[in-house]
């Protein structure tokens, strides 16, 4: 087996379609790592999962999973990664058993035990037909079988969207536990933000197809604040530290890029945390002198 580094490892990589471009994105995925994917409904999220997985192909750059080439090793890629869409792909005639037996034959590392232990834990019926599933017994299901042939690498595209907090908050846990050994890594793409901010060691940030931060999901968070001042105070910050402004009427909120300088520069003023969503919406407007 292959030793590597990155679980995964995306370098230039460029899709272009009518009206959009995936520009020139490069990150990596570390091994034994959680990567939270945010952005934008629209931002290049399933463009990128999906060229990845090699159901695109790309315009140009270079895709690595677990070591191989995404195109020339794709067979044997699939053996080894699990793939879990915001839509259950499975016909809604088949039942959990029907399930069972179809991943059988497709997965040779595939484990009815661990199927079935999932399918007890979630409490999802055996016998009735997924047509008649609700979306979180749906996606329980998409899990149940993502997790049940000792994959390296879980890709999820908006898994947990449209599931009530107690659900996800199940599902989250049951990502830490499968990281486990260290040899497993996720790629969770998701715009609920406070999923992320609870399980992920890492975050990128794509907005209309480029890629805008990446790194350690900490790092980013410290780096981050919001400096909350008078309107004619923004005149006193220097450009270079601002993310964006968003103006009310009350005052202006600022994002700084280096919190702990912007203490230091900006001393009369206050400067609070930033959370992933905050960071999120900032970064969006950044081509915005003042939003509000």
Not at 134 to 154: R, T, Y
Not at 178 to 205: C, P, Q, W
Not at 206 to 222: A, P, V
Request: with cysteine; aromatic share 8%.
């Amino acid at each position: 087996m292959k030793s590597y580094e990155n679980a995964i490892a995306i370098k230039g990589v460029t899709k272009r379609y009518d009206g959009f471009v995936l520009d020139n994105i490069s990150f990596d995925v570390p091994k034994g790592c959680i990567m939270g994917f945010i952005g934008q409904n629209g931002a290049g999220k399933t463009t990128t999962i999906r060229s990845l997985l090699h159901i695109t192909d790309i315009d140009s750059g270079e895709i690595s999973l677990l070591g191989m080439d995404h195109v020339k090793d794709e067979a044997e890629l699939k053996k080894r990664i699990a793939v879990v869409f915001d839509e259950l792909p499975f016909h809604d005639m088949f039942n959990v058993k029907d399930m069972a037996k179809i991943f059988r034959g497709l997965y040779p590392d595939w484990n009815d035990d661990t199927y079935m232990k999932y399918i007890d834990r979630f409490q999802l019926p055996k016998k009735k037909k997924i047509g008649q599933f609700s979306k979180g017994m749906k996606m329980k299901l998409q899990i149940a079988c993502a997790l049940s042939h000792n994959a390296e690498l879980l890709v999820m595209d908006e898994a947990t969207t449209g599931l009530d907090p107690v659900v996800r908050d199940e599902i989250l846990h049951i990502f830490m536990e499968y990281l486990g050994n260290g040899e497993r890594s996720i790629l969770m793409s998701s715009h609920i933000t406070s999923d992320l901010e609870k399980i992920a060691d890492m975050v990128t940030f794509i907005d209309k197809g480029r890629i805008l931060l990446t790194g350690y999901k900490d790092e980013i968070l410290e780096s981050h604040g919001i400096l909350r001042c008078a309107k004619d105070y923004i005149q006193n910050v220097d450009p270079e530290d601002i993310v964006s402004i968003r103006t009310n009427n009350f005052g202006a909120e600022i994002m700084v890029n280096d919190r702990e300088n912007a203490k230091m520069k900006y001393r009369d003023t206050v400067i609070d945390p930033a959370s992933l969503d905050d960071i999120m919406l900032y970064y969006v407007h950044r081509d915005a002198k003042e939003w509000s």
